[in-house]
């Protein structure tokens, strides 16, 4: 069982920065791939980015590609994702997921998932 908790979600003006944190209890942190996705108001949820076990590999979305970065620390069992020069549209409830497979860029009921953090933008 993983248990996610998200943090450092609030509100800032477009072109600002803002850093989220996922802290993960699980005894071995390091054999999940951990990602990021969020949601706006009235649509799906939407994939971030996700990194490998190691932290070696890393994937975005083409809409904050080049503006968002994901990082872990395996010592720490978190997961950040540092985002900047935000834009309204960024507005969302972003949540930390974890999964045991190889890939985590669709939604899935059988991985894990955290309570979420609001992120709002206004321009």
């Known amino acids: 069982q993983v248990q996610l908790v998200e943090s450092g979600g609030g509100m800032v003006q477009a072109g600002g920065s803002l850093r989220l944190s996922c802290a993960a209890s699980?005894?071995?942190?390091?054999?999940?791939?951990m990602g990021w996705f969020r949601q706006a108001p009235g649509k799906e949820r939407e994939y971030v980015a996700d990194?490998?076990?190691?932290?070696?590999?890393?994937r975005y979305a083409d809409s904050v590609k080049g503006r968002f970065t994901i990082s872990r620390d395996n010592a720490k069992n978190t997961v950040y994702l540092q985002m900047n020069s935000l834009k309204p549209e960024d507005t969302a409830v972003y949540y930390c997921?974890?999964?045991?497979?190889?890939?985590?860029?669709?939604?899935?009921?059988?991985?894990?998932w955290g309570q979420g953090t609001q992120v709002t933008v206004s321009s």
């Open positions: 997921a974890a999964t045991p497979r190889y890939v985590l860029t669709t939604v899935r009921d059988d991985d894990y």
């Open positions: 699980v005894r071995t942190f390091s054999s999940y791939v």
């Open positions: 990194m490998s076990r190691s932290g070696g590999s890393t």
